[in-house]
């Protein structure tokens, strides 16, 4: 991929700044990666598969938090956020305050340096921070290396990864997680069709730690 200001945390500071601002004036909770089809995708999925309600879910690169909100709304109970950017985590705590969901809990944390705490998760799930690590101009391929390392670290061994990404197809991102990871299933997206060839905009994967 071409390096972009997509992949530094300067351009995310400012775009949740921005973001928190504009929530504190008229209470827009900001963009949905991915719709939210991405979201509804995710939920049925655990529900399909029966993913008990008090597993330890990690949102990694949470934004502005309204996956947990409607994950908590669906009933699971032991919910955490990350984020790099400090404005995301304030914007994720004013929604998560909003709505009622003190059972959430946010932090600023930078996934590929994760705290010690950070661990022992059931389920992770990345709704976009790969693909933004992905388009760092600084080492875009270290990073992914360490993200899967912390991916690694703070997951259980079984548990589950549920990755939703634009940059990336199913195969790519089988190389990309083949060490430590197995494919589990993949989700329904949105297809297209163009030049007579079928394809995806946007890919959806569960993985398991091995």
Known sequence: ???????????????????LQTFQDIGDTG???????????????LEKHEVPLDSS??????????????????????????DYSPSAIQLSEKVREKEGMS??????????APSAEL?????????????????????AAGKRKLYVGSLCRVLKPEGFFLITSCNW?????????????????????????FGGRIGNSVTALVFQRK
């Open 169 to 193: 197809t199913k195969e790519e991102l089988l190389n990309q997680f083949r060490e430590g990871f197995e494919i589990l299933d993949e989700l329904p997206t949105p297809k297209f069709c």
């Open 31 to 45: 963009e949905i990666w991915f719709g939210e089809e991405s979201m509804v995708r995710i939920i049925r999925w």
């Open 1 to 19: 991929f071409s390096p972009s200001v997509l992949g530094t945390r300067e351009h995310w500071d400012a775009a949740y700044e921005r973001e």
């Open 57 to 82: 879910m990690l949102d990694i690169g949470t934004g502005n938090g309204v996956l947990l909100v409607e994950l908590a709304k669906s009933g699971y109970m032991n919910l955490t956020g990350i």
């Open 103 to 112: 059972n959430i809990k946010l932090k600023v944390e930078d996934f590929l």
């Open 119 to 139: 661990s022992g998760f059931d389920i992770c799930i990345d709704k976009g921070t790969f693909d933004a690590i992905s388009l760092d101009p600084s080492d």
